[in-house]
C-alpha cells in the first residue's frame, strides 16, 4: 500500500511525512524544498488480535507495542504543486507522475489560512481554494494523459480495455474503468470524446481509484478549529482531519530523547525526565493540554482512518499452527496482513505466496477450530491457517 501525501507548497507536508515516519527531510517555509519525492514508512495502528486471544505475540513483519499492532504503509511525500503544474508550471508534471502508483492521497491544506494556495502569506485565506487547486491539478493531470492518446483511443474497438491499458500504471483497473464511462453515459468503443467527456471521466475515475481526505493542518495554530470545522460542513463528500504535524514530530522526538512516555496517537503522554528546563516543561504542559482536549494531535487518527476506513482494509493473520496460533519456528502471531474488504481465504494464501495458493486445498478458522473454503470472505481479525499441497 502506498500513499500520497500531496498540496500547495509551505502547508507542511514535508512536516507531516517526517511525523508519520521520523524521517529526516529538508522542512523550510519556501516553495520547493521538496525536489525529489520523500519516501518512508509510516504505521497504521489497531488492537493486536494478541488481547483477544489472551496471549503474548512475537510480531514480524509488524510491530506490536503494549497490544497494539503497528502496521507498516507505504508513504510519499513530493513537490508542492503550484496551479498549472499539469501544463509544467513550478516543478510541472514529475510529481504528480511520482504519485501513479499511490492507492490514495493525503491533501495537506493550511487550517490557519495564513497561507495561499502559492504558498505565499496571507492574512485570512481559505484553506479550501488549497484543495481546490489540488485537486483541479489531479484532474487535468489525468485529463492530459487521456487527451494525449485519444487519436490511439479512437482507433480501438475496445474501448474499456484500451483506457485500461493506458492507465494501468495508474493502479486504475477495468472494472473501475468500465464502472465510470457508464456513470458519466459515454461511449465504450471506438472512443472520440469531447473535452468535457474527458474532464467528466478524469473526475470520476479519480474519485473512484483514488480516495482522497484532507488533512488540516496547523490545527493548533488560533483560528484553525473554526476553519476546520467549516471545511467539514463545507465538503460533506471528504473526510477533514485537523492535524498538527509539527507538535506530533515534536513529541516523537521528545519521546526518542526519553523526555516523555509517549504512544503516537495518544490523548495524553506523561513526563519522564525531571531534569528538562522550565521552558521544555511549559511547551510539553502546553501540548499535552492540546491534546486531552482535541484527542491528539490527529496525525495517528488520520493515517488510521486512510487505511481502515477510506481504503477498507482489514487485518488478518495467518498462522500455521491453529492451536498454538504460531508460524513453523514457534512465533506467535508473527505476521499482520493487510486485506481489502470483501477479500477471500484464497486471496490470502495468494500473498503468503502463489504456490500455496494454487495448492490451497482449505483454511482454518483458527479462532473457531473450524474448516472454511477457498471462497470463504475474511473477517477483521481473523486468524487464518491454509492448508495446501504446497509449502
Known amino acids: 500500500m502506498l500513499i500520497g501525501i500531496i498540496g500547495a507548497p509551505n502547508k507542511g507536508k514535508s512536516t507531516l511525512f517526517s511525523a508519520l515516519t521520523m524521517n529526516k527531510v529538508d522542512i523550510a517555509d519556501y516553495p520547493f524544498t521538496t525536489i525529489n519525492p520523500n519516501k518512508g514508512v509510516a504505521y497504521a495502528t489497531?488492537?493486536?488480535?494478541?488481547?483477544?486471544?489472551n496471549t503474548k505475540c512475537n510480531a514480524r513483519n509488524s510491530l506490536c507495542e503494549g497490544g497494539t499492532r503497528m502496521i507498516p504503509i507505504n508513504v510519499i511525500d513530493v513537490a508542492g504543486l503550484v496551479e498549472g503544474a499539469h501544463e509544467g508550471k513550478g516543478m510541472g508534471n514529475q510529481f504528480l507522475n511520482d504519485l501513479a502508483a499511490a492507492d490514495a492521497f493525503m491533501i495537506v491544506v493550511d487550517a490557519s489560512g495564513k497561507t495561499d494556495p502559492s504558498g505565499n502569506p496571507c492574512a485570512d485565506c481559505d484553506p479550501i481554494n488549497d484543495f481546490e487547486m489540488v485537486l483541479n491539478e489531479l484532474r487535468h493531470w489525468v485529463f492530459g494523459i487521456i487527451?494525449?492518446?485519444m487519436p490511439a483511443l479512437a482507433k480501438s474497438k475496445d474501448g474499456i480495455g484500451a483506457l485500461q491499458g493506458l492507465l494501468t500504471g495508474l493502479k486504475i483497473t477495468k472494472d473501475e474503468i468500465a464502472e465510470c464511462v457508464k456513470s458519466c453515459y459515454l461511449t465504450e468503443n471506438s472512443i472520440n470524446w469531447s473535452d468535457d467527456d474527458i474532464m467528466a471521466f478524469s473526475k470520476s475515475i479519480l474519485g473512484i481509484a483514488k480516495p482522497i481526505a484532507i488533512i488540516a493542518n496547523k490545527s493548533d495554530v488560533p483560528g484553525a478549529e473554526g476553519k476546520i470545522k467549516e471545511l467539514g460542513s463545507r465538503l460533506n463528500d471528504v473526510r477533514v482531519f485537523g492535524c498538527s504535524a509539527a507538535m506530533e514530530l515534536?513529541?516523537?522526538k521528545?519521546?526518542?530523547q526519553m523526555l516523555i512516555d509517549y504512544i503516537p496517537g495518544a490523548t495524553s503522554f506523561n513526563i519522564i525526565n525531571n531534569a528538562i528546563n522550565k521552558e521544555q516543561k511549559d511547551a510539553l504542559e502546553y501540548m499535552n493540554r492540546f491534546l486531552e482536549k482535541h484527542g491528539g494531535t490527529g496525525v495517528q487518527s488520520a493515517i488510521n482512518s486512510m487505511v481502515f476506513e477510506i481504503l477498507d482494509n482489514i487485518v488478518v493473520y495467518p498462522v500455521e499452527d491453529e492451536n498454538k496460533f504460531t508460524d513453523h519456528s514457534g512465533n506467535v502471531l508473527p505476521d499482520a496482513i493487510l486485506l481489502g474488504k470483501d477479500r477471500k481465504a484464497v486471496d490470502l494464501a495468494g500473498i503468503i505466496h502463489t504456490d500455496i495458493a494454487k495448492g490451497m486445498l482449505y483454511a482454518i478458522d483458527a479462532k473457531k477450530k473450524i474448516k472454511i473454503?477457498?471462497?470463504?470472505i475474511l473477517r477483521d481479525n481473523d486468524v487464518i491457517k491454509i492448508v495446501s499441497t504446497k509449502k
Not at 373 to 376: Q, V
Open 250 to 252: 515534536a513529541l516523537k
Open 147 to 149: 487527451k494525449r492518446h
Open 254 to 256: 521528545a519521546s526518542e
Open 46 to 53: 489497531k488492537p493486536c488480535v494478541e488481547r483477544e486471544l
Open 373 to 376: 473454503g477457498k471462497e470463504h
